[in-house]
Nanobody
Framework: QVQLVESGGGLVQPGGSLRLSCVWHGTIIGPDTVGWYRQAPGKQREFVAD???????NYVDSVKGRFTISKDIAKNTVYLQMNSLEPEDTAVYYC?????????WGQGTQVTVSS
């Protein structure tokens, strides 16, 4: 059974940084795509960033230049480096991987940006 576990969330002041990590277990096959989504209170879950097996990265406009997605396949881990955080970035962040065309999700980690 494929499982994803996120970590690295927390409370940070505006302008600060956090690095989220997501480790996946239960598969020996590398994912086609790894990504991050977020859901703020009262809003729908939205795409943040993804990275495909060819190395192409995509970001939602609101995080371009501030967030960076990366992965370490040897460690089965995907990262989201978040810099210059803003209160609008407050949300539960979820990682997602695609394996053989099927998405798998983590349980989410809370990120709160507040002074």
């Amino acid at each position: 059974q494929v499982q994803l576990v996120e970590s690295g969330g927390g409370l940070v002041q505006p302008g600060g940084s956090l690095r989220l990590s997501c480790v996946w277990h239960g598969t020996i096959i590398g994912p086609d795509t790894v990504g991050w989504y977020r859901q703020a209170p009262g809003k729908q879950r939205e795409f943040v960033a993804d990275l495909n097996s060819g190395g192409q990265k995509n970001y939602v406009d609101s995080v371009k230049g501030r967030f960076t997605i990366s992965k370490d396949i040897a460690k089965n881990t995907v990262y989201l480096q978040m810099n210059s955080l803003e209160p609008e970035d407050t949300a539960v962040y979820y990682c997602q991987i695609y394996l053989l065309g099927r998405p798998y999700w983590g349980q989410g980690t809370q990120v709160t940006v507040s002074s």
